[in-house]
Nanobody, 127 residues
Framework: VTLVESGGGSVQAGGSLRLSCVKS????????MGWFRQAPGKEREWVAS???????TYADFVKGRFTISKDNTKNILYLQMTMLKDEDTALYYC??????????????????????YGQGTQVTVSS
């Protein structure tokens, strides 16, 4: 799995950014996808996930502000970020995982790292 992120940058607090991630995998393979982030001096943390059937899950600190989505025809994952705060400053990683199969979909693991990560894209929020 190859993951390439883009869309990071500098923005003022209260502003918006949209991150993109192009996924390259073997044809026919199925993965769940997510976004993680790592702020300076802190461990990497999970931000949001989307299962193969489109079911989404968010960390409490981004609920109502961030939206994860995907375009299966283009193999692109998105993270729309609004109402950005200083504490959202971090290196944002696109992630993929083979997950587990339940209810006819690949479900993302909870509370653990994913199997694959991109190189990351920097988001800097200033007030």
């Amino acid at each position: 799995v190859t993951l390439v992120e883009s869309g990071g940058g500098s923005v003022q607090a209260g502003g918006s950014l949209r991150l993109s991630c192009v996924k390259s995998t073997y044809q026919g393979s199925r993965y769940c996808m997510g976004w993680f982030r790592q702020a300076p001096g802190k461990e990497r943390e999970w931000v949001a996930s989307i299962d193969s059937d489109g079911r989404t899950t968010y960390a409490d600190f981004v609920k109502g502000r961030f939206t994860i989505s995907k375009d299966n025809t283009k193999n692109i994952l998105y993270l729309q970020m609004t109402m950005l705060k200083d504490e959202d400053t971090a290196l944002y990683y696109c992630a993929a995982d083979s997950g587990y199969y339940r209810e006819n979909a690949v479900r993302c693991p909870r509370g653990k790292e994913f199997g694959y990560y991109g190189q990351g894209t920097q988001v800097t929020v200033s007030s």
